[in-house]
């Protein structure tokens, strides 16, 4: 993982932010602390406590008020609230509000008309003590706004924003790495468009097949509205006797193996099939993808956007841009 | 389905009830008509223009106003956002509003403290055209507070609002009816709790099961917070050597069958499992289960709660109750 971090303290007297920084928590968690928030406990309570007398830190009165609203809401900007991608961001979301007394709002922005309906002037969101944009039209939306709340990128790097993504770069790299040990031709099934996200695993797939001294034979680009296993069915018509597979996504790789079964094909013998993301049905069918850290993505993001919020609150000095860049990893199952 | 619709023409000259009424449509589709929204297309709409014309209905001026605010959005209150349960309904409610003006907005209220906070004044959910109630802590908050906002119940039979649910006793009874034509014991598995619609499964499963003259031998009754896989170890210690075991969910279905393939008992044999949900995995691992028309009910509700956004916004008298109870269906596959 690379992370940045700004903030360090500015003057001689010690600041919630060196008192942070010398505990190697952040500035939410020294507050925490502070009001005795029940989330806080054992080891880290007892090092932030330790370190608060050493330095004689004194917190300013207003670092004790209670929280800003008496709603307090975490507004989560999703493309929408049903597919398995969404699920897995709102559990890790979850995980970091347990015990917060936080409620949670969702937007489903999947269409051009409600992106456009969020930067108009009380929307609802504009409530929350602080944003996910998790959807690239949110954050399009987002960018043309007055907004002053706490709001965190999830899943894209930005450069006005702070941000936890996923380096896909490496996530296709590995898979690379791996997909140039196996026997036959190799082949990546990419997802049209012209999406940063999407275009780096594809970049990192190349970059690791052919650090291996080989070569990705036949580059083949879907539309996202294609039918998947309409997809599948063509691929297979078309591929080399002994073929690994590289999908952009494990719904397609799943949809390959489906139509691979109806045709008598093995999976995993001469034809191997790698997926992307490893959502829950991923490990059910037995499928080798890259494992996409997105509960932890998503817990991250809250954890930055409540250090956030209780920054403000505190009414702590504007920081440096916060980053955090997780690594994927390499779920080796039966189909390639 | 059962159904019940309020709503004649009370007076001599025919209004929009009477309408829709002789259209067989919903209120609100006349007035989209009347509106000429896309939405309504087609045969529909000749048949409502028609008897616009036969009648000589005159619509009231404000029945044509724009929708009442710049933010037309529906805000749907659920448990989680992120089970299946969860996504299947917001996949009905998106089916509803897609080619709508509305935005859509969700509230997590998983926790008595988030329930909690709805009932407070000013919570954005009081900025919803509509409200959608999905879950018993949101319905039990809501009815504590002095809302105007139509609002329609989901899953679960009211007496003071319209609620479209799925009759359970039923999704119960043809399971029993069916498990009864198997060999071997019958045992049926339950959730521990006093909720008026998990007693109506296993009340239908035991009507099912004694309509053909057979007994259920053994009722299990499990914690909401158990962990499954310990759950379904220990059911196949104490099972019978043939049953047919009846389960709450297709959760603990599908931890039953994993547990059993780990002993190499075969399911479908001697050991037969019946699910109840027939959420996504359950087609893909073969299980046997009570469909549950989840998406239909979240439809349904939708094009309810618009209809009644759309009659408050023409100035409609209040109509009555109005309520659907949706059938679910037997999907037999190979579990038994």
Chains 1, 2 share one sequence.
């Not at 932030?48 to 900007?77: C, K, W």
């Not at 493309?79 to 709102?90: E, F, P």
């Not at 036959?184 to 990419?190: F, K, L, M, R």
Request: with cysteine; proline share 6%; aromatic share 4%.
């Amino acid at each position: 993982m690379t992370s940045g971090k700004g903030g360090r303290g500015r003057s001689g007297r010690p600041t919630v932010h060196t008192v942070a920084k010398a505990a190697g928590v952040g500035v939410g968690t020294v507050s925490r602390v502070l009001n005795n928030h029940p989330s806080v406990r054992g080891e880290t309570r007892e090092r932030v406590l330790a370190i608060i007398e050493d330095l004689n830190y004194r917190p300013t009165p207003q670092a004790r008020r209670p929280l800003p609203s008496e709603h307090p809401l975490i507004g989560v900007m999703v493309a929408d609230l049903y597919s398995v991608w969404q699920s897995r961001i709102i559990r890790g979301v979850e995980t970091a509000l347990a015990g917060q007394d936080y409620g949670l709002m969702a937007f489903a922005l999947g269409s051009p008309q409600r992106a456009a309906q969020v930067a108009q002037p009380g929307h609802p969101s504009a409530l929350a003590q602080g944003l996910l944009l998790c959807d690239d039209a949110a954050y399009r939306s987002w960018t043309g706004q007055e907004r002053s709340q706490p709001t965190v990128r999830l899943g894209a790097v930005t450069e006005d924003l702070d941000y936890v993504a996923i380096d896909n770069r490496y996530g296709g790299l590995i898979a690379g790495e791996y997909a140039a040990t196996l026997p036959g031709e190799i082949v990546g099934v990419w997802l049209r468009g012209q999406l940063k996200e999407r275009q780096a695993t594809r970049k990192g797939f190349v970059e690791g097949v052919e650090s291996a001294g080989r070569q990705v034979i036949q580059h083949i680009e879907v539309e996202p509205q294609d039918h998947l296993h309409r997809v599948a069915a063509e691929l297979l018509d078309r591929l080399p006797d002994r073929a690994t597979v590289m999908t952009h996504g494990d719904d397609l790789a799943l949809a390959l193996i489906t139509e691979a079964q109806l045709r008598g094909l093995p999976v995993g013998d001469d034809l191997k099939v790698i997926g992307y993301g490893d959502h829950s049905q991923a490990a059910l069918v037995g499928l080798t993808t890259v494992h996409q850290p997105l509960e932890e993505m998503a817990t991250r993001s809250t954890e930055l956007l409540l250090d956030r919020i209780q920054e403000r609150h505190e009414g702590a000095p504007p920081r440096e841009q916060q980053f955090q860049l997780l690594t994927p990893r390499l779920a080796l199952r039966g189909t390639a």
